[in-house]
């Protein structure tokens, strides 16, 4: 250098100064669960498919929802999305539309023909899967992913389970039913449709299958002995709507009342509704706080002109008349009987009080039943090796999805079985938690657009004739995701490190720090937007 | 062409033939003309390019000064006195950073109390900030100064203060051949900076340095003055054989063969000392001057050579330091053959107090003596000093001695 | 059902970068390409202010110019910590001089620049709150008085941090210095004193004048692109947490930027010819507290019982920033 | 060597005065040297310049204490300052004048020089007359011209275009000539009895 000795430096001659010795702690990037994930039955990704989905990427997004629910157009219907109610960005404005995405994730998927994943390579054993609802079609996507054959039992004449039986057309277009069965059937399915199986361990002989899935669902409308005259009409709820999917309606006249206070009981006031009846009126024993129904559900059945007696019993039921007494909530919040009764006019009285399982298929055989459902192992398996039970048969709440999810555990315990190998749950990372996340990064929705989004929530999450979202508000909605949890990279690590000891990756490959430089001063944690980066001592 | 001119006119003149790029303007008497005609100069397009900057303090003048040369530009500025002092800090960042920056210095004394004339005790007060300090004798040389001090500032990177006696300088007017521009191109080649600005090929200038090198970057700026040392008297050579003129160089010794007595002296009063030596040898004194014109840096070997048959040294001086005494004198002190001469130190010129021949030829007349003492103040008001002495005494509220002494003056010493 | 375009970009223009936008509408810091103009090494505090409000700043400032750029550096701490023999951490053309001739220097280079036809190199001259509103004041004002073509930007940690934590012109009532004990009557710096530099500087009538803080990377950025379209002197003031200064986690240096602003203690505006032209409204509004409490310096007006009479008053300032520049959120 | 000392008040052109006549007197191939008292006084102060006129190099720097002629340009200074000490026995004295020297108390001057030597000029007049200005300064050195013979007009007249420009500067020599005629037509007057 023939520069004035001291007086003049090279540029950029700091860099042989390694600064991270000063460092006492260390900044690390971390993966963890985000809310959403955590709470999704089918265990979906989601917060990895609104990535994609963020940027207009709909097939990646698709792509990756479709690794564990093959059924996004369906879910993105009647799904009751826990994830929403999980989701973070409620402490900041609202949860994020995910349902609506998902369901618009799902029609774009059949709008354009996107295929299912081809099968796995032939793996030469085969499953029998008996009932074809959420659980049965989830577990036969994934047994043919992993290139196990499938035989799928059906008791009815058509696939779908509860979501074509139980569940009305208006919450699920049959249509879109029918394109998202029909593309799991193109995987390669050997179907059985109008055969219910009477014994499980002759089945599985007879379909010559290394292992079974019971998956036959709860079709039993669960029946309470109501005083009532000769005359009176009364139905379960699950033979209602059985038949009205079956375009075989019975006639209940024009005032039905439903007796029970769950989304069935609001499936079958609303669809009473549509098949004529002037008034259709649920009674059920508590407040409307304390209904199990989802509140969305109870919102759109009272805008279609249901009305709900609230804190009310039934003492009697006469041909026409019905008598129902009030109650009233005790100091524990359990109501009691006041004695006082109200008269209602009734020509037919739906009850929809639960279901059962019709689970006569097991007598005989050594699966054990406990309260008429079937105990399960974590992989889903019962008592019996090879005999894995799901969807609304295992203990477990009862919804579509938490079928799907079933029916993709399920999978992944016949697969681990069939390969002779334990059943093991992925690890979870440690919950993505509100007080992680450093929300000033997150931008408001801009003004002008709120009221526009609050209606397209609306739409969402109301019933089909409102259509799903179009593709700028699916977008808008997906990035409303906060990724709690997870790198989206923002690039603020790498922007507000005063040491120039994020090196930026790139493409998709995140970050790295340059230990060599990091003070651990720690501002990139407490600027990462999403908590993904977190201090740990430094080793000694 | 020899033209008939006011001093500060000459150097202006000069100094716009160096083709500085960057000139800083800040008023201070006595050095307000030069950069008052350098200004018009600019104004008018006869000095382009170059930036003219009207500054708002002698700090930012040498601080804009410091920028422009590390942005690889020639960069000039004149000062004075407190102005000097205001900068100082400013002065010895140039000199440290190795800015080839050339400043005027139109010497005039310090206050309190403040005094716009002509003494020494400014340029004395930054002979150690590492510039190269050249005193001129008369206006011709002020102005031939300059161009050398260009030369030797960039061929060493190290600032030049070219120091030349405010007012008896500076306003006088006398005549001065000025310099042709074909020949200020030809002795100063453009400057080629040895470390710039440069967006395309970026450093850091200006670094700092601890325990580690300090001691050795000023060792390095050292041996530039001491390589400045041997350049100095071959620029002036050089210049010499341009323009026939024995501008510049390290001294200037006058009648100095044979001479017993030699007075040592630098700036303007040597012509009065040249009157006086010229007088006493009329009268067959062995006398003779020598002229210091580089005082930094301080050419030992020389002045030793130059002093080598004296038998007296008497060092005129218009500068002093307070508790000790000469300060050039103590440099000729540690420059003095090992023949020990005596030496003695007048000081001089005060605050613009005149020197006369006379003065000069009463001095050589006390050394002759042997009466002048190793340390005296010419023309010293002992009787001022004395009453003013005893006001303190008397007194512990005796006021300002500055304004005592000049009502005192007013009075005709009758207020005592 | 209504077609709407999306604005929205789940960080937005928050974040320093983010992959849903456009590479123009990203900030300088969000690219691998970026100068890095403060490399690392640099011997700064952990978690230093000044440190990322240069880069940022000077990042920036390469960008807008293409990379033709010389950067001025009074002492400080900046430069202290930058420049250590036989190291710098400079990636750009630099020079420091002196403590109080900044802007000088600055304008001495844009000189030579201009002497040697070098309009395409532009200069920024750079200081702390003592290089800026204290010593260097008189040099600021004449470079800005005679309209140099300099950007100067003044790192706001309002405090002599290098030597040792001392207040200056810069630091607020009620903090404590080392000059300013936390102790007597009115505990820390006084009220009343002070200089506010960027009205100030707009009295100059300079054509560009804007505080930013390194809370708000796209707000700083833009405004060292804005003031690189203007010729002349601009003033650039950028609010710099120290963490040592201010008795704060190092962690929090971003934090406490942007919480200076959301109170409404630091308003954040720009301002061209002398008139205030844009103002960043604060959005989340919080009580001066909230941003005081973090830091050590306002311990005194917490300990005990408190001086909530002290924080009221500070509070006031507040106000009157919010009053004065209109940053009041849009729903107030 | 011939040292000339101006007095005047601040305004009056005393500095330009010396100036001026080392100019003329360097057009005559001589060596000259002017310079002013180094005051900072302001305008209506009393001010003084210096120029020696010499054949040989000037090295001297200190003030004139002895001058070969004292020019006065305002009269309101005499019996304040000391304007005539030092000069020398057969030295000259200008004073700008219309009133001759016995009027203005200069008896014990007219009495101490040789006749001829104390001139009164009305430089003031004769410089509104010319110039417009009230400044002395210019007409006072035609006058020196007429009286000393140290420097001839038509020097002094190129030094003063060398000055000024165009009109002004012939306007300035216009009244330096004016005052040339008035003075050496007295000195003329003077001269006759004893020629």
């Known amino acids: 250098m023939d520069r004035p000795f001291a007086i003049t430096l090279p540029v950029g001659s700091s860099r042989a100064n390694h600064t991270g010795s000063w460092r006492v702690e260390r900044p690390v990037y971390v993966d963890h669960l985000p809310p959403c994930n955590d709470a999704c039955p089918a265990g979906e990704n989601i917060q990895r498919w609104l990535y994609h989905a963020e940027s207009g990427d709909y097939e990646a997004a698709w792509r990756i929802l479709v690794e564990e629910n093959p059924l996004p157009a369906i879910m993105g219907r009647v799904c009751f999305h826990p994830c929403e109610s999980a989701c973070n960005r409620v402490r900041v404005d609202e949860a994020v539309g995910i349902n609506a995405v998902e369901r618009f994730l799902g029609d774009t998927a059949l709008a354009r023909g996107w295929r299912l994943p081809d099968p796995g390579p032939d793996s030469g054993r085969r499953v029998l899967v008996v009932g074809a609802g959420p659980a049965g079609l989830s577990a036969t996507y994934h047994l043919r992913r992993a290139g196990h054959a499938v035989t799928l039992v059906e008791g009815a004449a058509r696939l779908g389970g509860m979501m074509r039986y139980g569940i009305p057309a208006y919450r699920l277009p049959r249509a879109v039913l029918d394109a998202e069965v029909e593309r799991i059937l193109e995987m390669g399915v050997e179907v059985v449709l109008g055969r219910s199986v009477k014994d499980i361990a002759a089945a599985r002989d007879e379909f010559r299958a290394d292992a079974v899935f019971l998956a036959v669902g709860a079709q039993l409308g669960r029946r309470v002995s109501i005083p009532a005259g000769d005359s009176a009409k009364m139905i379960d709820a699950v033979t209602f709507l059985h038949q009205v999917a079956e375009d075989d309606p019975p006639l209940l006249g024009r005032h039905v009342v439903v007796y029970g206070g769950g989304d069935t009981a609001l499936d079958a006031a609303r669809t009473a509704r549509r098949l004529g009846a002037t008034d259709a009126t649920i009674v059920y024993r508590r407040n409307r706080a304390k209904m199990p129904a989802h509140a969305e559900e109870v919102e759109q059945a009272l805008g279609e002109g249901v009305t709900v007696r609230w804190l009310s019993t039934i003492e009697r039921f006469e041909g026409e008349r019905l008598l129902i007494e009030k109650m009233a909530l005790n100091a524990e919040g359990f109501p009691e009987p006041t004695g006082e009764l109200e008269e209602l006019d009734a020509d037919a009285l739906v009850l929809a009080l639960g279901q059962d399982t019709d689970l006569s298929l097991l007598e005989g055989s050594e699966v054990h039943v406990a309260d008429g459902v079937v105990p399960v192992a974590e992989s889903m398996m019962t008592d019996v090796p090879g005999v894995f039970a799901g969807g609304d048969v295992a203990p477990s709440d009862r919804t579509a999805t938490v079928a799907v999810g079933h029916g993709k555990r399920a999978a992944k315990g016949i697969d681990a079985f069939l390969g002779d190998r334990s059943f093991e749950r992925p690890e979870r990372h440690p919950l993505a938690a509100f007080e992680r996340l450093n929300t000033w990064y997150y931008a408001d929705a801009p003004r002008t657009q709120r009221p526009e989004l609050e209606r397209i929530r609306r739409q969402t999450n109301f019933e089909e004739v409102v259509g799903g979202l179009t593709e700028d508000n699916a977008l808008f909605e997906a990035r409303r995701c906060l990724s709690c949890g997870n790198c989206f990279e923002c690039d603020n690590c790498f922007g507000v490190c005063p040491d120039n000891a994020v090196i930026k990756l790139g493409g998709g490959d995140r970050y790295e720090i340059d230990y060599d430089y990091c003070k651990g001063c720690g501002i990139c944690v407490a600027e990462c937007p999403c908590g993904a980066i977190e201090m740990v001592p430094e080793r000694i | ?416 | 059902m209504t077609e709407t375009r999306v604005h929205f970009y789940q960080v937005g223009s928050f974040a320093v970068g983010n992959r849903l936008l456009s590479d123009a509408d990203r900030t300088v810091q969000a690219s691998r390409e970026r100068t890095n103009s403060l490399d690392a090494g640099h011997r700064a505090c952990q978690g230093c202010g000044e440190a990322l409000g240069a880069r940022y700043a000077l990042d920036a400032a390469m960008r807008a110019t293409g990379g033709r750029l010389v950067a001025v550096n009074a002492t400080g701490c900046l430069e202290v910590f930058s420049t250590p023999f036989p190291e710098t951490s400079w990636r750009i053309a630099w020079l420091h001089s002196l403590f109080g001739n900044a802007p000088a220097v600055a304008t001495g280079v844009a000189a030579a620049m201009r002497a040697k036809g070098r309009d395409d190199v532009r200069v920024v001259g750079q200081a702390g709150d003592g290089g800026t509103v204290d010593i260097g004041f008189g040099a600021l004002s004449g470079m800005f008085e005679r309209h140099d073509d300099v950007l100067f930007i003044c790192y706001d940690n309002e405090g002599y941090m290098n030597t040792g934590v001392q207040r200056s012109a810069a630091t607020p009532p009620t903090a404590r210095t080392a000059t300013s004990e936390a102790v007597g009557a009115d505990p820390g710096n006084v009220f009343g004193q002070g200089k506010d530099l960027p009205r100030i500087a707009m009295a100059h009538d300079i054509p560009y004048v804007a505080t930013a803080t390194v809370a708000d990377l796209h707000d700083l950025e833009r405004k060292v692109e804005r003031a690189m379209t203007f010729r002349g002197a601009r003033y650039l003031h950028v609010l710099v947490p120290c963490p040592l200064g201010w008795g704060a986690a190092s962690a929090d240096t971003v934090r406490l930027a942007r919480l200076a602003a959301e109170s409404g203690f630091f308003p954040v505006f720009e301002a061209e010819h002398g008139v205030v032209t844009g103002v960043r409204r604060i959005r989340r509004r919080v009580g001066v507290e909230e941003y005081l409490r973090p830091q050590r310096r306002f311990a005194h007006l917490f300990a005990g019982e408190g001086r909530p009479d002290l924080v009221a008053r500070l509070q006031l300032i507040a106000d009157a920033n919010v009053e004065r520049y209109g940053l009041a959120p849009e729903e107030e | ?195």
């Open chain 2, 1 to 416: 062409m020899l033209q008939q001119l006011e001093g500060s006119r000459a150097v202006a003149e000069t100094v716009a033939r160096c083709r500085p790029e960057v000139v800083c303007a800040y008023p201070i008497s006595p050095q307000t003309h030069i950069i008052e005609a350098i200004g018009a100069m600019v104004k008018d397009g006869r000095l382009a390019p170059c930036e003219f900057i009207n500054v708002e303090s002698e700090y930012a003048a040498m601080s804009v000064s410091i920028g422009a040369s590390a942005a690889g530009a020639r960069a000039y500025t004149a000062t004075a006195s407190q102005g000097l002092l205001f900068m100082i800090e400013a002065v010895y960042n140039a000199a440290g950073l190795g800015l080839p920056v050339v400043m005027t210095l139109a010497n005039r004394a310090i206050g309190a109390p403040i005094n716009i004339w002509n003494d020494h005790s400014d340029a004395m007060a930054v002979r150690d900030a590492g510039w190269i300090q050249l005193f001129a004798e008369t206006n011709q040389e002020a102005a031939d100064l300059h161009v050398q001090a260009f030369r030797l500032a960039e061929t060493l990177s190290v600032p030049v203060m070219v120091c030349m006696d405010g007012f008896i300088l500076t306003h006088a007017v006398e005549a001065v051949d000025l310099i042709d521009q074909a020949v200020v191109d030809s002795f100063l080649p453009p400057y080629e900076p040895r470390q710039v600005l440069d967006p395309d090929d970026p450093v850091s200038i200006g670094a700092m340095v601890g325990p580690e090198a300090f001691e050795e970057v000023r060792y390095l700026a050292h041996l530039r003055q001491l390589d400045a040392l041997e350049l100095i008297p071959s620029v002036a050579e050089e210049f010499a054989a341009l323009t026939g003129r024995a501008s510049g160089g390290l001294l200037h010794p006058y009648r100095l063969d044979d001479a017993e007595t030699v007075i040592v002296a630098m700036g303007s009063v040597l012509g009065t000392i040249k009157d006086a030596v010229d007088a006493r040898r009329a009268t067959g004194e062995r006398v003779g001057v020598l002229g210091v014109t580089t005082f930094r840096p301080f050419p030992v070997a020389a002045v030793a050579d130059a002093l080598a048959g004296a038998r007296r040294v008497i060092v005129v001086e218009k500068a002093f330091s307070l508790g000790m005494g000469g300060v050039l004198a103590t440099d000729v002190a540690t420059a003095s053959p090992a023949s020990g001469p005596e030496l003695a130190t007048v000081v001089a010129g005060l605050g613009g107090r005149p020197i006369t021949r006379r003065d000069v030829e009463g001095v050589l007349g006390r050394s002759a003596q042997g009466t002048l003492p190793r340390l005296s103040f010419l023309n010293l008001d002992e009787d001022v000093v004395a009453r003013e002495r005893a006001r303190m005494a008397a007194s512990r509220r005796s006021g300002p001695f500055a304004e005592n002494v000049l009502r005192d003056l007013a009075a005709g010493g009758a207020n005592r």
């Open chain 4, 1 to 195: 060597m011939f040292q000339v000392r101006i007095h005047g008040r601040g305004g009056q052109g005393v500095v330009t005065a010396a100036e001026l006549l080392a100019v003329a007197a360097f057009d005559q191939g001589r060596h000259a040297q002017a310079f002013p008292s180094f005051g900072s006084e302001r305008t209506g102060a009393p001010v003084v310049s210096y120029c020696r006129i010499d054949d040989h190099e000037i090295r001297t720097r200190e003030p004139i204490d002895e001058p070969d002629a004292v020019i006065v340009q305002d009269v309101t200074l005499l019996h304040r300052v000391d304007l005539f000490g030092g000069l020398a026995p057969s030295g000259y004295v200008l004073v700008n004048s219309s009133q001759p020297p016995d009027g203005l108390g200069l008896g014990e001057l007219v009495a101490r020089l040789p006749a001829g030597h104390l001139a009164g000029c009305p430089a003031t007049e004769l410089a509104l007359a010319h110039v417009g200005r009230a400044v002395p300064n210019v007409p006072l050195l035609g006058a020196f011209c007429a009286l000393t013979g140290e420097v001839p007009l038509d020097a002094l007249a190129r030094a003063l275009r060398h000055r000024f420009a165009d009109e002004v500067a012939e306007r300035n020599v216009a009244a330096a000539t004016a005052a040339f005629g008035l003075v050496h037509d007295h000195e003329e007057a003077h001269r006759a009895p004893t020629a």
